[in-house]
């Protein structure tokens, strides 16, 4: 599973306080490593900026600075766990 290929786009809920938000990341490599965008299509942004990509061991890892977010994503066969600081209900495939 390690050599699982990640780019793409990736959709999800995200449960906020009993909200249900869809959420869109892009992810694409290049020889410099991952980058990725990620849109809300329910609050209609889109390519907002993830600052980091990162990729190891089966977990994949992203940061939105500009918003203080910080997802834990761990490769669980075909789905990814979203965990995002202290809500784990959220999911991504």
Same mark, same amino acid.
């Given at each position: 599973?390690?050599?699982?290929?990640?780019?793409?786009?990736?959709?999800?809920?995200?449960?906020?306080?009993?909200?249900?938000?869809?959420?869109?990341?892009?992810?694409? *490599?290049?020889? $410099? &490593?991952y980058?990725? !965008?990620?849109? #809300?299509?329910? *609050?209609?942004? $889109? &390519?907002?900026?993830? !600052?980091?990509? #990162?990729?190891?061991?089966?977990?994949?890892?992203?940061?939105?600075?500009?918003?203080?977010?910080?997802?834990e994503?761990?490769?669980?066969?075909?789905?990814?766990?979203?965990?995002?600081?202290?809500?784990?209900?959220?999911?991504?495939?």
């Amino acid at each position: 599973m390690y050599g699982q290929d990640i780019t793409g786009q990736w959709n999800g809920m995200l449960n906020v306080q009993g909200t249900q938000l869809r959420l869109v990341f892009n992810i694409t *490599q290049s020889d $410099k &490593g991952y980058s990725s !965008t990620m849109d #809300s299509p329910n *609050q209609g942004a $889109k &390519g907002i900026t993830v !600052t980091s990509t #990162s990729y190891e061991k089966s977990i994949l890892k992203l940061e939105i600075s500009t918003l203080g977010v910080l997802y834990e994503v761990t490769l669980d066969k075909k789905l990814f766990l979203l965990e995002p600081l202290n809500n784990r209900d959220n999911h991504f495939h």
